[in-house]
């Protein structure tokens, strides 16, 4: 006799949701690698951030989405392939497949090596944006979590310090929970603008949020 164990029931559970989510399917349709995909999208309508012949680095690449909706928004007709006006760079510690237009980086910035490749691939420029969709592996333990959550957004904060233009923006990925509000303070205390943003695209379960600093101060 099979016994239905209830681990079994929460992958059922989430399984049948993810394979009935709008946006996974909007994602199968329009050719991106994750659903992730339409959480910049709507941040970047909202906030019109990027645009033609702009300078971007995606943090936290991997597997790609993001870079594939800064691809399109930076191509003239929105194409996923052919002409590209701006310059996307994108960096994680995870491999990628390669996507046109996009100079991949596999390594972790804060190794000399791999600052030495980003700044040969800007070529003397500052990046317009930078996202981020970086995020640990979560232990399940809440301090531990939020440590480790504060820390890449630390790393991300510090990083357009030197790689972003004055009036650049950086959009970042966090979850509600210990260490929200003092993010927030953070991101006050380095940009003239900061907005929380929860995207449609972000499921209603989830505290995962974004938050997106404009003009460093």
């Not at 059922?12 to 992730?36: E, I, S």
């Not at 191509?75 to 390669?98: F, K, S, Y």
Request: hydrophobic share 45%; charged share 25%; aromatic share 6%.
């Amino acid at each position: 006799m099979k016994v239905k164990t209830k681990s079994k029931k929460v992958n059922k559970a989430w399984l049948d949701q993810h394979v009935n989510d709008p946006y996974v399917k909007a994602a199968q349709k329009d050719g991106y690698r994750a659903r992730a995909a339409y959480k910049l999208k709507e941040i970047d309508e909202q906030l019109q951030l990027i645009r033609p012949g702009d300078t971007v680095v995606d943090l936290g690449c991997a597997p790609g989405a993001w870079s594939q909706y800064l691809r399109r928004r930076l191509a003239p007709a929105g194409a996923a392939v052919g002409q590209l006006h701006g310059t996307i760079i994108g960096l994680d510690i995870l491999p990628m497949e390669p996507i046109e237009g996009v100079h991949y980086i596999q390594g972790d910035f804060r190794e000399e090596v791999v600052l030495a490749q980003l700044q040969a691939a800007l070529a003397g420029r500052l990046a317009d944006v930078v996202v981020s969709d970086m995020a640990p592996n979560l232990s399940g333990i809440a301090d531990t979590d939020a440590a480790r959550v504060t820390h890449l957004i630390e790393l991300a904060v510090d990083f357009v310090q030197h790689h972003m233009k004055p009036e650049g923006a950086l959009v970042v990925k966090l979850f509600h929970g210990s260490g929200y509000n003092e993010l927030v303070q953070l991101f006050k205390a380095h940009f003239k603008v900061v907005k929380p943003i929860k995207p449609k695209a972000s499921r209603d379960k989830s505290s995962e949020t974004f938050l997106v600093g404009m003009g460093l101060k």
